[in-house]
């Protein structure tokens, strides 16, 4: 039973569309977030949730919105794609907002924008 | 404010040598240290955790770190390296220094295993 499932997990679209990737997980953690991670492996945190409050908002693109409809759930949504948005994105949770806790990553979506 | 610097982007080891992945990290308070491992086309896996208690840290896999305040260290070491590490390794800290905490990411070291 995957505690962390993100789908799709392949992602290929062309420039200027529109797409979601959607996560979940079944862990009953209470903080979610979303990671880019780029060609050279460089993780990028995004955009983080706590109990369906947005509490990390880094310097990001306004095309891409996170949106968590309940605590066990959070979506990405990419307006207006470019080919920079290339990457692999992660999910991920914690049990709590404490340093200790330790982060749980979902499987990754690889976007490919043409 | 707090950052991670991994020395080496990639390591190469014969399989059955020791294998040692460095780890700096600076944090303006007492720091908690994460190994995580990303295995090709996989997330991220926690190996081990320093949150404070012992400083040498025990993860899975046959893996384990020291976490060295005066030389403000975390290398990850392995005694006899295996095909199956082959991997890669990041290092990341985080602290409670108030707020919502995020983890910073070092850039990551590959891992090859040569047989």
């Known amino acids: 039973d995957t505690a962390v499932s993100q789908t799709p997990k392949y992602l290929v679209t062309q420039m200027g569309n529109d797409k979601s990737i959607k996560c979940e997980q079944n862990?009953?953690?209470?903080?979610m977030y979303w990671y880019k991670q780029d060609s050279k492996k460089f993780l990028k945190i995004m955009f983080s949730?706590?109990?369906?409050?947005?509490?990390i908002n880094e310097t990001v693109p306004n095309r891409f919105s996170p949106k968590s409809p309940d605590k066990a759930h959070l979506n990405l949504h990419i307006n207006s794609l470019e080919l920079g948005d290339s990457a692999v994105y992660f999910c991920?949770?914690?049990?709590?907002?404490?340093?200790?806790?330790?982060?749980?990553f979902g499987p990754g979506t690889r976007l490919t924008v043409l | 404010a707090q950052s991670v610097t991994q020395l080496g982007s990639h390591v190469s080891v014969s399989e059955g040598a020791l294998v040692l992945l460095r780890c700096n990290y600076s944090?303006?308070?007492?720091?908690?240290l994460f190994w995580y491992v990303q295995y090709p086309n996989q997330g991220l896996q926690l190996l081990l955790k320093?949150?404070?208690?012992?400083?040498l840290v025990k993860g899975i896999n046959g893996f384990e770190a020291e976490f060295k305040k005066s030389e403000t260290s975390f290398h990850l070491t392995k005694p006899s390296a295996h095909m199956s590490d082959a991997a890669e390794y990041f290092c990341?800290?985080?602290?409670?220094?108030?707020?919502?905490?995020?983890?910073?990411f070092g850039t990551g070291t590959k891992l090859q295993v040569i047989p």
């Open positions: 991920a949770s914690k049990r709590g907002t404490s340093g200790r806790d330790e982060q749980f």
């Open positions: 862990l009953g953690h209470d903080t």
């Open positions: 949730y706590n109990n369906k409050e947005l509490i």
């Open positions: 944090s303006s308070v007492p720091p908690y």
């Open positions: 320093y949150t404070s208690a012992a400083t």
């Open positions: 990341a800290v985080s602290d409670d220094s108030g707020g919502y905490q995020k983890v910073t």
